[in-house]
């Protein structure tokens, strides 16, 4: 049985009679730009965070740019971030002519390792930008007790994390900001691009709503330089609607995450870890493959049968050619390292039936059997 990755159309099934009508309103109604749709995914959104506010944006990545530009970040500054994620938060920092700092992470989470970051700070630090990488939480409250000391700003990367909660808190209400991606592909996903950034800080809600249209404090007047970072009306409306399902849907792929692990036991296979305290919402299933198995043909096996798969993410970001100017060396970050040449992830998807489950486990088993 072939089994996909991902598959959008699924879920776009069991949703199309809330959000044809819902879509085909606005689209009469004519409020394309921010407007209502938007705001009443930003209250939802809000509302679900537990956060005071909530502002939509384009996409993830500007979500972040904009949260840097927020806390004033000034080129020179420097900021402490995960080498092992998807790249937007090192470039955003590099775009501002900032410095990307990358500290090691730990191999169960894959999320940076406080107890590594105090050594990287300079005088010229001015925030840290931890990752909830694959929708577990990062360790927020050793992470908050460091900025606190140094007095630092926390940017929470949270494109991967909606919904997930650490000792009873929602990513992304822990540091000064959380920024989200609806990114289609994401646990909360639109049907294109869009982002969120979260905050109880009244100013800095007010400078990023202020960005995202162009830095402009009243209608065509300029107090800064800014962006047009604005979260589609339509994109919105269809948030609000996935927003009253994605708890039920989080669930369903820890469900599909503990199938993994009971077809998993016994093998060889590192399962991802959930900490005491963590709700882990698997925006990916994520395993480490010991170095006895090959990861190269195991991969090839699975392609053989049909089985989804990929590797997330196979280069270290500190040893990126973009990022080359800064000097690392390979070995700098070995468990960093060392992960881009283990991990691999499985589908993992709220729609993903029991018996596609199944047939992702056997062609893993199997694949152990042949000799890896
Ligand atoms: C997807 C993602 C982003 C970027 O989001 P976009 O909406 O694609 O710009 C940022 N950080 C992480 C960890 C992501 O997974």
């Known amino acids: 049985m072939a089994v996909p990755l991902f598959d959008l159309t699924r879920q776009y099934a069991t949703l199309r009679a809330e959000i044809e009508p819902a879509v085909c309103e606005l689209l009469a109604l004519g409020n394309y730009v921010l407007?209502?749709?938007?705001?009443?995914?930003?209250?939802g959104a809000a509302n679900f965070l537990h956060s005071a506010h909530a502002i939509g944006?384009?996409?993830?990545?500007?979500?972040?740019?904009?949260?840097?530009?927020?806390?004033?970040l000034q080129p020179g500054d420097e900021v402490i971030t995960t080498p092992f994620t998807f790249y937007s938060a090192a470039e955003v920092v590099a775009l501002l002519g900032a410095k990307p700092v990358f500290v090691d992470i730990e191999e169960d989470t894959f999320n940076i390792d406080p107890a590594q970051i105090e050594a990287a700070i300079t005088l010229r630090t001015k925030a840290i930008i931890p990752v909830h990488l694959f929708g577990h939480p990062a360790d927020m409250p050793a992470i908050m007790a460091i900025a606190r000391k140094h007095d630092l700003r926390v940017i929470e990367d949270c494109a991967q994390s909606w919904g997930a909660i650490l000792d009873g808190q929602q990513t992304g209400t822990w540091g000064d900001a959380g920024t989200f991606s609806f990114f289609p592909t994401k646990n909360l996903g639109s049907c294109g691009e869009?982002?969120?950034?979260?905050?109880?800080?009244?100013?800095?809600a007010e400078k990023s709503r202020q960005l995202r249209v162009h830095g402009?404090?009243?209608?065509?007047?300029?107090?800064e330089l800014g962006y047009n970072s604005r979260l589609h009306a339509l994109q919105a409306t269809i948030l609000s609607i996935k927003l009253r399902h994605v708890d039920s849907?989080?669930?369903a792929r820890r469900k599909h995450a503990a199938h993994y692990a009971q077809l998993l036991a016994g093998t060889p296979y590192v399962v991802p870890a959930e900490r005491d305290g963590a709700r882990h919402i698997y925006h990916q299933y994520t395993l480490r493959l010991p170095r006895s198995l090959d990861r190269d043909r195991i991969s090839a096996k699975l392609t053989e049968r049909g089985i989804g798969h990929a590797i997330y993410y196979p280069r270290s970001l500190h040893l990126q050619p973009v990022f080359a100017d800064l000097g690392y060396e390979t070995g700098d970050l070995p468990i960093s390292e060392?992960?881009?040449?283990?991990v691999l992830s499985l589908p993992i998807f709220p729609e993903l039936r029991e018996d596609e489950v199944e047939a992702v486990g056997a062609a893993l088993c199997e694949a152990v059997a042949d000799g890896g």
């Open 35 to 43: 407007g209502p749709a938007v705001d009443e995914f930003e209250n």
């Open 57 to 72: 944006v384009a996409n993830g990545t500007d979500a972040l740019m904009l949260a840097l530009r927020a806390i004033n």
């Open 194 to 204: 869009g982002g969120l950034i979260c905050s109880d800080d009244a100013k800095l």
């Open 216 to 223: 402009q404090s009243q209608r065509y007047i300029y107090d």
């Open 249 to 251: 849907w989080n669930d």
């Open 338 to 342: 060392r992960v881009t040449e283990e």
